[in-house]
């Protein structure tokens, strides 16, 4: 079973830098797509940034050119690295992992995705 911890989150002033990281365990695949999510209250939940063994990455429009999503192989953990935070970025966020590769914009789709963390808010 796939595991995903999430932290990172904290309180932040509008236009400075947040990175949340996600650390992944048993994801023992050669395939595999991982991805934030984030949900604010009376929202629905958002795919925000994802990427894929197959190459893949894709950013939801409000976030690129201020947010990147990457990994660390090595220390089996997905970053999201956010700058220029506005007010509208206040969410709680997810990682997600699935045992599959999807082009955009099917990586920003949560129906993909298997694997689940409980969420880090941000801000807190």
């Known amino acids: 079973q796939v595991q995903l911890v999430e932290f990172g989150g904290g309180s932040v002033q509008a236009g400075g830098s947040l990175r949340l990281s996600c650390a992944v365990a048993?994801?023992?695949?050669?395939?595999?797509?991982m991805a934030w999510f984030r949900q604010a209250p009376g929202k629905e939940r958002e795919g925000v940034a994802a990427l894929d063994t197959c190459g893949n990455i894709a950013y939801t429009d409000s976030v690129k050119g201020r947010f990147t999503i990457s990994q660390d192989n090595a220390k089996n953990t997905l970053y999201l690295q956010m700058n220029s935070l506005k007010p509208e970025d206040t969410a709680m966020y997810y990682c997600?992992?699935?045992?599959?590769?999807?082009?955009?914009?099917?990586?920003?789709?949560?129906?993909?995705?298997?694997?689940w963390g409980q969420g880090t808010q941000v801000p807190s």
């Open positions: 997600a992992a699935a045992l599959s590769c999807h082009v955009a914009p099917f990586l920003l789709f949560s129906n993909r995705y298997s694997y």
């Open positions: 048993k994801l023992t695949y050669s395939t595999y797509s």
